[in-house]
């Protein structure tokens, strides 16, 4: 008899006592975070006991399956995978279809640019991240200067209106991204 006493039955464990698995897909969502977030659980537990709650989820239950548009699963699956192509429809595959990918063509971002006025020359800064001096491609044409650009994935433009004319011949450095675009203005 003291033996019975200090024993505990394994229906009393709370850790073997089941519940009953959720009959509905909001519960089993709530249920579902339960267990994921700590606390939540005990919360959707004391909810259970409330009218109003329960009022709720029937309502949203039914919403579920309105929008579904079929009766609640009848088992372990909940939930259905829904093709995008009508029934009926055939599906024709050729070579045309199934060619060569074209790449993609990589987007031409604009350049951040600076112009300052340095007596006898107009010097332009431009943030070009990523871009190595041997990747600038620079043309002076007229009273413009265009700038494009291009390595690992990127590429840059720029057309710049410039001031006033200067001469053919631009110098540059860059350096780490940063660009220096050094002009010579033509004699007035």
């Known amino acids: 008899m003291g033996q019975a006493k200090g024993k505990r039955r394994k229906e009393d464990n709370p850790r073997n006592q089941q519940e009953k698995p959720p009959e509905c897909p909001v519960e089993s969502v709530l249920c579902g975070l339960g267990e994921v977030m700590p606390g939540f659980g005990e919360l959707v537990k004391g909810l259970k006991k409330s009218e109003a709650f329960q009022k709720r989820l029937e309502a949203a239950n039914?919403?579920?399956?309105?929008?579904?548009?079929?009766?609640?699963?009848?088992?372990?699956?909940?939930?259905?995978?829904?093709?995008?192509?009508?029934?009926?429809?055939?599906?024709?595959?050729?070579?045309?279809?199934?060619?060569?990918?074209?790449?993609?063509?990589?987007?031409?971002?604009?350049?951040?640019?600076?112009?300052?006025?340095?007596?006898?020359?107009?010097?332009?800064?431009?943030?070009?991240?990523?871009?190595?001096?041997?990747?600038?491609?620079?043309?002076?044409?007229?009273?413009?200067?265009?700038?494009?650009?291009?390595?690992?994935?990127?590429?840059?433009?720029?057309?710049?209106?410039?001031?006033?004319?200067?001469?053919?011949?631009?110098?540059?450095t860059c350096k780490n991204g940063i660009l220096k675009i050094s002009l010579e203005k033509e004699p007035k």
């Open 62 to 172: 039914a919403e579920i399956e309105r929008r579904i548009g079929k009766a609640p699963p009848s088992g372990g699956v909940v939930g259905a995978r829904r093709s995008i192509i009508p029934p009926g429809t055939n599906l024709k595959v050729s070579r045309t279809t199934l060619g060569k990918e074209s790449p993609v063509p990589v987007p031409q971002r604009d350049v951040i640019t600076d112009m300052f006025d340095e007596g006898n020359n107009l010097v332009i800064i431009a943030e070009l991240p990523g871009v190595n001096e041997k990747d600038i491609e620079i043309e002076v044409k007229g009273d413009r200067l265009v700038l494009f650009a291009r390595s690992q994935g990127r590429q840059y433009h720029k057309d710049i209106a410039l001031p006033c004319p200067v001469k053919e011949k631009p110098s540059l």
